[in-house]
């Protein structure tokens, strides 16, 4: 792909790292959608070849390379699948900047260095059963006794939540405060916390390979030293990062799109109707060209942000706009691609089904395209 923030180095990371996937992840993928998990073993060869957390400093066994690349990984991991994407993504690039920017020094030579060798997978626990994306309504608190936080609260839809070693766990240290997200902490819970268990692993429509579950803390017993950055500071720390989580959303939900029309457009070739290639028809021509439109103007988009963020711009209302805009655009041309497959399109054994499978979420998590255009109409109405 082109785009002017691109060197030479970055493209060679991509002709490598497309080179890797080529034989470790496209031969299995499907495989690894019915077992529904993507192996350790996997995540280990990524990061044996330093391709988890490229953004985090050499200090910490990193690479201290610049967003470009962490935007190859999602792409080339999103032209496999939805499901590989995710989790990795989401612990490279999402997760894992808290840790770097808000950590303590003990904090990031603990976490990091096996982060990126995929010894550690990570998860950020948000959501609860009964808040999503009002993220001021959480109920999860936790009350300092000495030298632990006491952890009590559910937390669901959390990706790499069944096999995350650690959790940013958003929770509330001061219920009481008013305005309520002032209250909101980040708390870092390893997995052999007392008090901390798995709820069940989440059986969802699509993404099957990604690990999606329920986190529990009845009392969890997590070390005060645990604290990421301040206490009460929690809500403003999210907000500082969401913009790279939308961001890289956007990106996955633009590549899904660009697969899903170069899949349709060899099959439309292929296929014949009454006695003619199905793209010859003036009608598949019309939806080939409305879809072809919209991808170019999502793309060209995607690459004038990323410069952007590559140089340190707020781009709260641009990347709320990338977010929910190719959001919706992906699951038109989801729906016009099963379309123009036919019957074939509903059939497992194809591709565009899967692909069609795995879009809608895109329009709900890291925030709903709802909350997407109210985020856009409060910067607009300033």
Same mark, same amino acid.
């Given at each position: 792909m082109s785009g002017d923030f691109f060197? !030479? &180095?970055?493209?060679?990371? @991509?002709?490598?790292?497309?080179?890797?996937?080529?034989?470790?992840?496209?031969?299995?993928? !499907? &495989?690894?959608?019915?077992? @529904?998990e993507v192996p350790r073993a996997f995540w280990s060869k990524l990061g044996e070849q330093g391709y988890l957390c490229p953004m985090v400093s050499e200090t910490y066994s990193g690479?201290?390379?610049?967003?470009g690349y962490s935007m190859i990984l999602a792409e080339e991991l999103e032209r496999v699948g939805a499901g590989l994407a995710s989790g990795i993504v989401l612990h490279s690039d999402i997760v894992i900047p808290y840790i770097e920017q808000y950590g303590?020094?003990?904090q990031k030579k603990r976490w990091l260095p096996k982060s990126i060798t995929g010894e550690f997978i990570s998860a950020i626990a948000m959501t609860e059963p009964g808040a999503g994306s009002d993220l001021a309504g959480i109920q999860t608190?936790?009350?300092?006794?000495?030298d632990f936080y006491i952890l009590n609260g559910e937390k669901t839809f959390i990706t790499n939540g069944i096999n995350a070693d650690f959790v940013v766990v958003v929770c509330k240290t001061n219920p009481n405060v008013n305005p309520s997200h002032r209250g909101i902490s980040l708390i870092v819970v390893e997995k052999d916390t007392p008090g901390f268990k798995r709820g069940k692993k989440l059986n969802k429509i699509g993404m099957h390979s990604s690990d999606t579950g329920e986190l529990i803390f009845e009392d969890a017993k997590v070390p005060a030293e645990n604290l990421l950055g301040e206490e009460g500071k929690g809500f403003y720390y999210l907000m500082d990062k969401l913009q790279q989580e939308r961001l890289l959303v956007a990106i996955e939900v633009q590549v899904e799109a660009e697969e899903m029309f170069r899949i349709t457009k060899e099959y439309v070739k292929s296929r014949k109707a009454f006695n003619r290639s199905i793209a010859d028809f003036q009608n598949t021509q019309f939806k080939l060209a409305e879809m072809a439109t919209e991808i170019d103007i999502g793309r060209n988009y995607i690459h004038t942000l990323v410069a952007k963020?590559?140089?340190?711009?707020?781009?709260v209302k641009e990347v709320s706009m990338a977010k929910w805009w190719i959001s919706e655009m992906a699951k038109k041309v989801a729906a016009e691609?099963?379309?123009?497959?036919?019957?074939?399109?509903?059939m497992e054994e194809y591709e565009i089904a899967r692909r069609f499978r795995d879009i809608p979420v895109a329009a709900i998590y890291a925030g709903t395209t709802e909350i997407m255009k109210g985020i856009i109409a409060k910067e607009i109405l300033k």
């Open positions: 060197s !030479e &180095e970055h493209n060679m990371f @991509r002709r490598t790292l497309r080179k890797m996937l080529e034989k470790e992840a496209y031969p299995y993928f !499907e &495989e690894w959608e019915r077992k @529904r690479l201290g390379l610049d967003f303590t020094e003990e608190t936790a009350y300092r006794e000495g963020h590559i140089a340190g711009e707020k781009l691609c099963l379309q123009l497959h036919g019957g074939y399109g509903y």
